[in-house]
């Protein structure tokens, strides 16, 4: 076998086949439907001749005035266009418009309003509940204070601090005097 002798057709279901041995068939049969089906005997769609006849001229009837409703809607769409031109209407307006509408009939709907009533109850327990917390917190921090341990922490507090800041008052005060430091002011006290 000789490639030179092979047939390659790309829309036949025998590619690279050998032509003398097969023949090509046909791949594509949707024009191939259509025709068969008006060679057909109109007895084999169950009618006569004229009756199949009658309803070839209505479909090609129904045809031409869909063609001609489509015309129609073309143009009344284009005056419509220039209507909204002329008086300054956009597409952005209209878009405007219909999003106000939905959510009009959105805050209508059932289920909304009884969203909103559901999230408004919540609000409202969860405030009661952040108040409750809130106050539980301010008792217990006051129950705390007023317990003899805090009252034995904060004494130790204010005498370390009365002993601290007591402390630096006198090293200040020696420091600043003009005897201990001659006539100048020592300056590693700078306030800066």
């Known amino acids: 076998m000789e490639s030179a002798s092979q047939d390659i057709n790309l829309n036949s279901p025998n590619k690279g086949l050998l032509s003398d041995t ?3 068939v046909p791949v594509d049969n949707a024009g191939g439907a259509a025709a068969a089906a ?12 004229a009756e199949e006849e009658e309803l070839r001229a209505e479909l090609a009837k129904v045809e031409e005035e869909i063609g001609t409703l489509r015309q129609v809607l073309a143009a009344k769409e284009r005056h419509c266009g220039e209507l909204k031109r002329k ?6 307006d209209g878009l405007k418009q219909n999003l106000s509408k ?3 009939d959105v805050q209508g709907s059932n289920a909304y309003k009884k969203t909103q009533e559901t999230l408004s109850q919540a609000g409202q327990k969860t405030s009661a509940a952040l108040s409750n917390v809130g106050s539980v917190i301010s008792r217990k921090l ?8 805090f009252k034995s922490f904060e004494d ?7 002993k601290v800041v007591g402390s630096r008052e006198n090293s200040a005060d020696e420091l600043h005097s003009p005897s201990a ?12």
């Not at 008006?38 to 001749?49: C, K, M, S, V």
């Not at 430091?181 to 800066?192: C, E, T, V, Y």
Request: charged share 20%; no cysteine; hydrophobic share 30%.
């Open 102 to 104: 939905s959510w009009q």
């Open 142 to 149: 006051g129950d705390m204070r007023n317990s003899a341990t």
């Open 156 to 162: 130790r507090v204010g005498t370390i601090k009365s």
């Open 22 to 24: 097969m023949t090509d």
């Open 181 to 192: 430091s001659g006539d100048k002011p020592s300056q590693d006290n700078a306030p800066f």
């Open 38 to 49: 008006a060679q057909r005997p109109a007895a084999y769609n169950g009618l006569t001749e």
């Open 87 to 92: 008086l300054g209407l956009t597409p952005l």
